[in-house]
């Protein structure tokens, strides 16, 4: 079976200060991961995606995230935070096995003035 | 041009009642899936079709059913509404079913049950 665990339910960060959101996943084989972002009552949108190609990955906004096979984890960074970063993030795994997305429960950003 | 879209965007009913939400998309893709999202904004995969046959059936109850008439739409009915069933439900696309596939949401309908 597949899973994610997002570390941080809430992340609270001043506008133009780094956002890092935490991710480990637990898969028994090789796992795409996505983040996704979901703006209030609005759809999820995709940020970006691992999918075994290069172990760092930029998406859109200027997000990345670095694949870490040895600490399972996919987390998810941005050099500056916007105000219009605030919304709801989540980090989502599949497998060739369990091609399903899992998601994880969500973690909220908050962006201060 | 709305690439994945539902329809209606908010549902208030009763209990007990039927009802039934639209999915359609415009890219051209071959799967389609339904999710639910509850007030603790998990999201989890109730079903997914591919081609018009359905692919991913997760422990739902048979007072839920998805047809999809073509590939460019599915729709999910629900039979005898519970106050359970309040949620949001999200339809999405992927061009081809495999698990690197990017997923396209729609944005979502609201289903209140009173």
């Known amino acids: 079976a597949q899973s994610v665990t997002q570390l941080d339910s809430h992340v609270s960060v001043s506008e133009g200060t780094p956002v890092l959101l935490r991710c480990n996943y637990s898969s028994s084989y090789s796992p795409s991961l996505f983040w996704y972002v979901q703006h209030p009552n609005k759809g999820l949108q995709l940020l970006l995606k691992?999918?075994?190609?290069?172990?760092l990955v930029k998406g859109i906004n200027g997000f990345e995230a670095e694949f870490k096979k040895s600490e399972t984890s996919f987390h998810l960074t941005k050099p500056s935070a916007h105000m219009s970063d605030a919304a709801e993030y989540f980090c989502v795994v599949s497998t060739r096995r369990d091609y399903k997305l899992s998601f994880g429960a969500g973690t909220t950003v908050t962006v201060r003035a | 041009d709305t690439a994945v879209s539902q329809t209606p965007k908010y549902l208030v009913t009763q209990m007990g009642n039927d009802k039934s939400i639209k999915c359609e998309q415009n890219?051209?893709?071959?799967?389609m899936y339904w999710y639910k999202q509850d007030s603790k904004k998990f999201l989890k995969i109730m079903f997914s079709?591919?081609?018009?046959?359905?692919?991913i059936n997760e422990t739902v109850p048979n007072r839920f059913s998805p047809k999809s008439p073509d590939k460019a739409h599915l729709n999910l009915h629900i039979n005898s509404l519970e106050l359970g069933d309040s949620a949001v439900y999200f339809c999405a696309s992927s061009p081809l079913g495999q698990f690197t596939d990017t997923q396209y949401f729609g944005p979502g309908t609201r289903l209140t049950v009173l």
């Open positions: 079709y591919n081609n018009k046959e359905l692919i």
């Open positions: 890219l051209g893709h071959d799967t």
């Open positions: 691992y999918t075994s190609a290069a172990t």
